[in-house]
T-cell receptor
Framework: GAVVSQHPSRVICKSGTSVKIECRSLDFQATTMFWYRQFPKQSLMLMATSNEGSKATYEQGVEKDKFLINHASLTLSTLTVTSAHPEDSSFYIC?????????????FGPGTRLTVL | GNSVTQMEGPVTLSEEAFLTINCTYTATGYPSLFWYVQYPGEGLQLLLKATKADDKGSNKGFEATYRKETTSFHLEKGSVQVSDSAVYFCALRSGGADGLTFGKGTHLIIQP
């Protein structure tokens, strides 16, 4: 299968600061990437769909001004949590959509653990 | 809206036991159904999928059949191994959406 990386794997920041998380597809180009959020013992919740070269599409209830998404190239999408607060602490997971050869599969990154103090 | 319900864990079994993890869903239209597995310290990996009713997805000895009449996609394996210990997520994609709707995940523990 394809490989998707995330950086950093974990980050601790102070309340009020901004944090950027990177998602990279290492061996394929992805015009579409997704950002999910996972609370402890909860399912993954889709936050937004990141489209290369255009604005991201946010799910209902997700603040687009707080969770800034930039998909500037076919292999990189970034999620910036602006003015982070303790309630933003969570596990953030990205995925990249692989449509090579007529397939349609999402490959997931290992996740980023964000802790806001 | 779309939703996925799967059995709560942890599920603890002995090696070579038969495994069933239940998954039911509600969705608009005709969803595609997936099982993902997350091994400790790793990202989610696609285990198997089915895109239409009565399809059976299979991989690594695991199977799941898309049952439209019962809106279910239960995961089964005839003889589990210690290496199958992981968290298993049932998911769907439906309604023209690209993103996935996940269940809460089931933690499976296989004891030798």
């Amino acid at each position: 299968g394809a490989v998707v990386s995330q950086h950093p794997s974990r980050v601790i920041c102070k309340s009020g600061t901004s944090v950027k998380i990177e998602c990279r597809s290492l061996d394929f180009q992805a015009t579409t990437m997704f950002w999910y959020r996972q609370f402890p013992k909860q399912s993954l919740m889709l936050m937004a769909t990141s489209n290369e070269g255009s604005k991201a599409t946010y799910e209902q209830g997700v603040e687009k001004d707080k969770f800034l998404i930039n998909h500037a190239s076919l292999t990189l999408s970034t999620l910036t949590v602006t003015s982070a607060h303790p309630e933003d602490s969570s596990f953030y997971i990205c995925s990249a959509r692989d449509r090579r050869g007529g397939t349609d599969t999402q490959y997931f990154g290992p996740g980023t653990r964000l802790t806001v103090l | 809206g779309n939703s996925v319900t799967q059995m709560e864990g942890p599920v603890t079994l002995s090696e070579e036991a038969f495994l069933t993890i239940n998954c039911t869903y509600t969705a608009t239209g005709y969803p595609s159904l997936f099982w993902y597995v997350q091994y400790p310290g790793e990202g989610l990996q696609l285990l198997l999928k089915a895109t239409k009713a009565d399809d059976k997805g299979s991989n690594k000895g695991f199977e799941a059949t898309y049952r439209k009449e019962t809106t279910s996609f239960h995961l089964e394996k005839g003889s589990v191994q210690v290496s199958d210990s992981a968290v298993y997520f049932c998911a769907l994609r439906s309604g023209g959406a690209d993103g996935l709707t996940f269940g809460k995940g089931t933690h499976l523990i296989i004891q030798p």
